[in-house]
């Protein structure tokens, strides 16, 4: 094995691919659903492989720039997909759900830091600890900025590179309980204060209009539809489209072919026996009402009507608060309909009393016309785009280390966001002004899942390997088991906590504090265990908001932590 660790020593770029590949095969591994996950898998494999080598005398050790690099790259790319919502959760109801991620994020903190104190545990432990026990990697970076700036004082004796493997040590102890925990606490809270959340839930989608997608595959059900019909019933003889649109709200006639020739849809064409109608609207009506106006034909001429898709981003203040049912009165009504709502990154489940908020992409599919004219109506039409605007990313990422170097003094020396929080800082300026202009910047969500999952990945990993050869000789187990006590209080109190401010005093509906509760701890796992638990998707409704806040801020706190438990 030495001359394998030899070998790994001398080609570094394999070594690091290997440590990320095999962490990602480790981290896709589970038990009844619960597993490491990629990020922790990073740690555990820098780290193992680390010690292995040194066994043999071989000393495994990464590039720092190349650390540095991919972290910057993840922190930026983290601020372009919390941004919209990190805005929008200073508005309306949003700020109930940035109150309750502000206090689980604090709460943690100052638990940590007490816990770091009260055992007068090694500098490191108490970033480390925070990083785990609110399942927050990116605050290992922030934590390890505290002590290469210099911030932190360091005992004597200790180098930086034993400071950063307490952290890495820290992390991978805490992060079982804070990830198993989180999931079964926010599953099983409303039990526990003997509230029945599948019944709130279904209360709430009764009224709000909301239907239940969970597991929303490819069906071959499709909620918009358009059909035709040949005219034989009386009643509609001689009747105007614009009558029968009086007479019948929810249908839309969108053309008609009368003996081979295609007329349209002018309001005032009067309707003829042997007409051919295109009718549009929505499944359930186009089925309630058979017989309306004759058969079903499959006439090509009539049906020849030009569809589309679109991402439409709500820009117009006039449409801000109205629910979706208040736009049954408009021309576009039955022509079009909506398969995805996403607000702040993420989506949600969407009914008819759902309503709009600024920034909101509403997803849409029918009459190219009618798409056209809803996207003038709500704002504009956001044309999917695989193409990356490098310029914009590397201003963006130019200011953010601009930012990071703005310092005040506090805590006995000059504190500043740094590097990575000015990156994160870069991140929310450029998304939020992006989202409302859209005409520039574009940075696809695949491109931004390849800068945060790569760059947390490669920089965990690195974190891992150059740890690894110095965390034996820091372990032992009553600093473990220290470790994890601090982790596990940190882990469980917050949610309680937060759930009983968002029940009793805000009065948020059970089925929706459970993603509240989920997106104070910026972890999408609790939220999906939930929405399955209850059999709703409606725990998705309150996740968005305390996602984006609890994500920046315990990204932060990394580095208050290690100030903080000096």
């Known amino acids: 094995m030495q001359g394998f660790f030899t070998f790994l020593q001398q080609n570094p770029y394999l070594l690091l691919f290997f440590v990320v590949g095999l962490a990602v095969w480790i981290g896709r591994a589970s038990i009844k659903g619960y597993g490491l996950g990629m990020v922790a898998g990073a740690i555990v494999v820098g780290a193992g492989v680390s010690v292995w080598a040194s066994s043999y005398g071989v000393k495994l050790e990464l590039n720092n720039f190349a650390k540095s690099l991919f972290y910057y790259l993840f922190m930026y790319g983290v601020g372009l ?28 903190l100052t638990l ?32 390890e900025q505290a002590i290469t700036s210099g911030v932190v004082k360091l005992p004597e004796g200790m180098k ?17 309980w804070g990830t198993v925990g989180i999931i079964l606490i926010c599953k099983y809270l409303p039990r526990w204060w003997g509230v029945d959340a599948r019944a709130a839930a ?11 997608l969970e597991g929303g595959g490819l069906t071959g059900f499709r909620q918009f539809g358009l059909r035709a019909y040949r005219l034989e019933n009386a009643a509609q003889v001689g009747q105007s489209i614009a009558g029968f649109r009086k007479a019948n709200p929810e ?12 007329l349209g849809a002018d309001p005032d064409l009067v309707l003829q026996k042997g007409d051919v109608v295109a009718l549009g609207g929505s499944t359930e009506h186009l089925t309630d009402k058979m017989g309306l106006i004759g058969p079903e034909v499959a006439d090509p001429k009539a049906l020849g009507i030009p569809l589309d898709q679109a991402e439409i981003l709500v820009t117009n203040k006039d449409v801000v608060g109205r629910t979706f049912e208040s736009f049954r009165g408009e021309a576009v009504a039955g022509q079009l309909q909506v398969t995805k709502l996403e607000r702040g990154g993420v989506p949600i489940p969407a009914g008819l009393k759902t309503e709009l908020q600024r920034m909101d992409i509403i997803s849409v599919v029918g009459l190219k016309s009618a798409v056209n004219d809803l996207a003038a109506l709500w704002g504009r039409v956001a044309r999917t785009n695989t193409s990356t605007d490098l310029l914009t990313l590397s201003a963006g990422m130019i200011l953010g280390f601009l ?76 600093v473990a088991l220290k470790i994890f006590i601090v982790g596990f209080i940190a882990c469980t109190i917050p949610p309680f906590i937060v759930w009983a401010i968002g029940f009793h005093v805000f009065k948020i509906n059970p089925a929706v504090l459970m993603g509240g509760v989920a997106g104070a701890r910026s972890h999408s796992g609790p939220c999906r265990e939930a929405a399955v638990e209850i ?10 908001v305390g996602y984006a806040v609890s994500g920046i801020l315990l990204t932060v706190f990394g580095y208050f932590a290690m100030i903080l438990a000096q």
């Open 81 to 108: 997909r919390v941004g919209p919502s990190f805005i929008n959760s200073l508005r309306g109801d949003g700020v109930k759900f940035l109150i309750l991620a502000v206090i689980s994020s604090v709460l943690g």
């Open 112 to 143: 940590v830091v007490l816990g770091a104190k009260l055992f007068a545990l090694p500098t490191g432990a108490a970033g480390g600890m925070l990083a785990g026990s609110q399942t927050m990697s990116a605050a290992i970076g922030s934590a």
């Open 160 to 176: 930086p590179e034993d400071a950063t493997g307490m952290i890495a040590l820290s992390y991978g102890i805490t992060y079982i």
């Open 202 to 212: 279904k209360q709430y989608e009764e009224e709000f209009g909301v239907r239940d």
């Open 251 to 262: 249908y839309r006639i969108v053309n008609v072919a009368r003996g081979g020739e295609v």
């Open 403 to 478: 930012i990071g170097r703005i310092e005040f003094p506090a805590f006995g020396a000059k504190v500043g966001l740094g590097n990575a929080g000015g990156l994160l800082l870069s991140g929310v300026i450029i998304s939020s002004i992006v989202s409302r202009l859209r005409f520039f910047g574009n940075t696809p969500n695949a491109a931004r899942n390849v800068l945060e999952d790569l760059g947390l990945v490669v920089f965990v990993a690195i974190v891992g390997v150059n740890a690894g050869a110095g965390l034996l000789a820091q372990l032992t187990g009553a």
């Open 535 to 544: 059999q709703s998707t409606v725990p998705w409704i309150g996740f968005p």
